[in-house]
C-alpha cells in the first residue's frame, strides 16, 4: 500500500502529519506520453502547479516501469512561466521572425524595470568573470 504524500513535523513530542491537498488534476495524454497538472496547496493555503510527464518504459525482464519527470511551479512565477512557453511555443509554430523583443517588466520591490533574460545571453558562460567582484 503507498504512503500519502505529505510532511512530518514533530509537535510537543507528537508527530503530525500534513497532507498535500490535491485541489484539481488535468490529465493529458498525449501519444506515448501523459502529463498531469495538479494543483496543489500547502499549510498555509498558498496554490502551486506540479506538472508531471509520465512515460510508460519496458525495464529490464520485460517488466513495465513509467519514468516520471515532475516540476513545481509557483504562483508568483506564473506569469514568467506562461510568457516563456507562449513565446517558445510560438517559436515552433511561427518561426523566430515571429517572437517579440525580450519582454520588459517592472520590479515594484525595488523600483527597477527588469529585462527578459535570451538564451544567448543566459548560456554566455564568461568563467573568467567567476573571480571578479
Same mark, same amino acid.
Do not use: C, Q, W
Given at each position: 500500500?503507498?504512503e500519502?504524500?505529505?510532511?512530518?513535523?514533530?509537535?510537543?513530542?507528537?508527530?503530525?502529519? *500534513?497532507? @498535500?491537498?490535491? /485541489? +484539481?488534476?488535468?490529465?493529458?495524454?498525449?501519444? !506515448?506520453? &501523459?502529463?498531469?497538472?495538479?494543483?496543489?496547496?500547502?499549510?498555509?493555503?498558498d496554490?502551486?502547479l506540479?506538472?508531471?510527464?509520465?512515460?510508460?518504459?519496458?525495464?529490464?525482464?520485460?517488466?513495465?516501469? *513509467?519514468? @516520471?519527470?515532475? /516540476? +513545481?511551479?509557483?504562483?508568483?512565477?506564473?506569469? !514568467?512561466? &506562461?510568457?516563456?512557453?507562449?513565446?517558445?511555443?510560438?517559436?515552433?509554430?511561427?518561426?523566430?521572425?515571429?517572437?517579440?523583443?525580450?519582454?520588459?517588466?517592472?520590479?515594484?520591490?525595488?523600483?527597477?524595470?527588469?529585462?527578459?533574460?535570451?538564451?544567448?545571453?543566459?548560456?554566455?558562460?564568461?568563467?573568467?568573470?567567476?573571480?571578479?567582484?
Amino acid at each position: 500500500m503507498e504512503e500519502e504524500a505529505g510532511i512530518k513535523e514533530v509537535i510537543n513530542g507528537h508527530e503530525e502529519k *500534513y497532507v @498535500k491537498e490535491e /485541489i +484539481f488534476t488535468k490529465v493529458v495524454r498525449a501519444g !506515448k506520453r &501523459t502529463y498531469f497538472f495538479d494543483v496543489k496547496a500547502t499549510r498555509k493555503e498558498d496554490y502551486y502547479l506540479t506538472i508531471t510527464e509520465s512515460k510508460k518504459r519496458l525495464g529490464k525482464e520485460g517488466k513495465v516501469f *513509467y519514468e @516520471k519527470h515532475k /516540476i +513545481f511551479l509557483y504562483k508568483e512565477d506564473f506569469e !514568467k512561466f &506562461t510568457l516563456g512557453l507562449r513565446d517558445a511555443v510560438s517559436y515552433i509554430d511561427n518561426g523566430k521572425d515571429e517572437i517579440k523583443s525580450p519582454e520588459v517588466s517592472s520590479d515594484p520591490e525595488n523600483g527597477e524595470e527588469k529585462r527578459a533574460v535570451t538564451a544567448e545571453e543566459f548560456t554566455n558562460i564568461e568563467f573568467e568573470d567567476l573571480g571578479k567582484k
